[in-house]
């Protein structure tokens, strides 16, 4: 690893708005200081109001975006967001065997910030072969209730950030949660903005991203915390609907 240039690859959807997904996460990984890698799995049409459409990548082209850089650059991180698939879930997970001392960082992406949805039950049901090859796993609330919630912590020994931002309270609590029960926990105010689009994007890719660079779980998750509730500081406001975040001076 260069220490002052992690390799960050980046698995997940490309977002036509810039609020999310793929771009997010370049801009984020690169923001923070490291080189972002990408493998695309489906190309959307998306801005601020929401999904217009979306085109899925086939599994071995997937693949072949995953090999390509990692047979020449190599990786220090990985982050997986949206796959679209089962087929593409199950292919991931495949590749993630081969890279078992890798610190990988899954944002288990199901549904848009407008609402679209993204992943369909048997590509949630694929996300349990991703897990227990992950370091992390983010679901916000929603995405936690559909894996089960807390009573399916027994079955991983992988720790999950649950990530409080679609709670109705002003306080705002993201739990770190293991198999022997919380470990951490993180409170903030809200912050008032519909300018909230690629929180979960932005979040994982920022974990990942400071992984890679040496810190701590526990420090790369407050740091990234604190690089989200600047992003959502520095929205520029566009877009009618929920729109991107803005990227904060370091």
Same mark, same amino acid.
């Given at each position: 690893?260069?220490?002052?240039?992690?390799?960050?690859?980046?698995?997940?959807?490309?977002?036509?708005?810039?609020?999310?997904?793929?771009?997010?996460?370049?801009?984020?990984?690169?923001?923070?200081?490291?080189?972002? *890698?990408? /493998?695309?799995?489906?190309? !959307?049409?998306?801005?601020?109001?929401?999904? =217009? &459409?979306?085109?899925?990548?086939? #599994?071995?082209?997937?693949?072949?975006?995953?090999?390509?850089?990692?047979?020449?650059?190599?990786?220090?991180?990985?982050?997986?967001?949206?796959?679209?698939?089962?087929?593409?879930?199950?292919?991931?997970?495949?590749?993630?065997?081969?890279?078992?001392?890798?610190?990988?960082?899954?944002?288990?992406? *199901?549904? /848009?910030?407008?609402?679209? !949805?993204?992943?369909?039950?048997?590509?949630? =049901? &694929?996300?349990?072969?991703?897990? #227990?090859?992950?370091c992390l796993v983010t679901p916000n609330l929603d995405e936690w209730e559909r894996l089960g919630g807390d009573n399916n912590m027994s079955g991983f020994n992988v720790p999950f950030l649950v990530k409080g931002g679609h709670g109705q309270d002003d306080l705002l609590i993201d739990r770190l949660l293991g198999p022997d029960g919380e470990r951490e926990r993180w409170e903030g105010g809200r912050i008032d903005t519909r300018h909230s689009h690629g929180t979960g994007c932005t979040l994982s890719a920022a974990i990942a991203t400071y992984l890679a660079g040496g810190d701590s779980l526990s420090d790369a998750i407050g740091k990234a915390r604190t690089y989200v509730r600047a992003s959502l500081e520095a929205a520029p406001g566009y877009g009618a609907g929920h729109g991107p975040m803005g990227v904060p001076k370091l």
């Open positions: 690893m260069t220490a002052n240039c992690p390799r960050v690859l980046s698995i997940a959807g490309s977002d036509s708005g810039g609020g999310a997904g793929i771009q997010a996460d370049i801009r984020t990984i690169t923001n923070l200081g490291g080189h972002a *890698m990408t /493998a695309i799995t489906a190309v !959307t049409a998306q801005n601020s109001a929401g999904v =217009a &459409a979306v085109e899925l990548m086939t #599994p071995d082209m997937v693949l072949a975006q995953i090999w390509a850089v990692m047979d020449d650059f190599g990786a220090d991180a990985i982050k997986i967001g949206m796959l679209g698939s089962p087929e593409i879930a199950l292919a991931v997970a495949g590749f993630l065997k081969s890279q078992r001392n890798m610190p990988v960082i899954f944002d288990p992406v *199901m549904v /848009a910030t407008s609402g679209a !949805t993204l992943a369909d039950d048997r590509t949630i =049901a &694929a996300f349990q072969k991703i897990i #227990p090859l992950s």
